[in-house]
């Protein structure tokens, strides 16, 4: 059974770097077939997908956030990341990160809050 | 930009009653659609993918249909646990995923 957990702190300053930490049991990252993606919640919201990542290193973001998005891997370490730059109160979320093929995503994590506050 | 709308966006239901939930697309996603349901203070489970194959482990009860652009998720006697939000996502722009706004099945 695939499990993930996101990890960061939960309070970031407006205008610096969110930055999440995403860690996989239960599979290999780099046993390949499935992008690890990230995804967030605005509070009382619905979903927006956020980008992801594969095992080779190849990326694809959401065009809405492309500037301000990076995501990593470290298949060492069977996890991947996330930093979301220039950060305002709009980026206050559920972070959820997850495991998908090319059609669904079939594992998320449990989620964590990220408040974006002075 | 495909654009996933969902109707209605509550639906009161009493336990036993059907529900019966559609998501339409801006263009066709051919049968590239997948049904999630989240609960408050969880992340989403998905339900169904490729429009109507029951993820594993998930109840008869739940089934999906469509292709093109109109889906709909059917359950078909509501148990008090399938009181939830329900995303339909689409993939067919691939790379990338877009989610609809979602559907509240609250109780009457």
């Known amino acids: 059974q695939v499990q993930l957990q996101e990890s960061g702190p939960g309070l970031v300053k407006p205008s610096q770097t969110l930055s999440l930490t995403c860690t996989v049991s239960?599979?290999?990252?780099?046993?390949?077939?499935?992008?690890w993606s990230w995804i967030r919640q605005h509070p009382g919201k619905g979903l927006e997908w956020i980008g992801y990542?594969?095992?080779?290193?190849?990326?694809y973001y959401n065009p809405s956030l492309k500037s301000r998005v990076t995501i990593s891997v470290d298949t060492s370490k069977n996890q991947f990341s996330l930093k979301l730059s220039s950060v305002t109160a709009a980026d206050t979320a559920v972070y959820y990160c997850?495991?998908?093929?090319?059609?669904?995503?079939?594992?998320w994590g449990q989620g964590t809050l990220v408040t974006v506050s002075s | 930009e495909i654009v996933l709308t969902q109707s209605p966006a509550t639906l009161s239901l009493s336990p036993g009653e059907r529900a019966t939930l559609s998501c339409r697309a801006s263009?066709?996603?051919?049968?590239?659609l997948a049904w999630y349901q989240q609960k408050p203070g969880q992340a989403p489970r998905l339900l169904i993918y490729?429009?109507?194959n029951r993820a594993t482990g998930i109840p008869a009860r739940f089934s999906g249909s469509g292709s093109g652009t109109d889906f709909t998720l059917t359950i078909s006697s509501l148990e008090p646990e399938d009181f939830a939000v329900y995303y339909c996502?689409?993939?067919?722009?691939?790379?990338?995923?877009?989610f609809g706004p979602g559907t509240k099945v609250d109780i009457k």
């Open positions: 997850a495991r998908g093929d090319a059609t669904t995503i079939d594992y």
């Open positions: 239960g599979g290999s990252i780099s046993s390949g077939g499935y992008y």
């Open positions: 990542i594969y095992y080779s290193g190849s990326t």
């Open positions: 263009q066709s996603v051919s049968s590239y």
């Open positions: 490729d429009a109507s």
């Open positions: 996502q689409q993939r067919s722009n691939w790379p990338g995923f877009t």
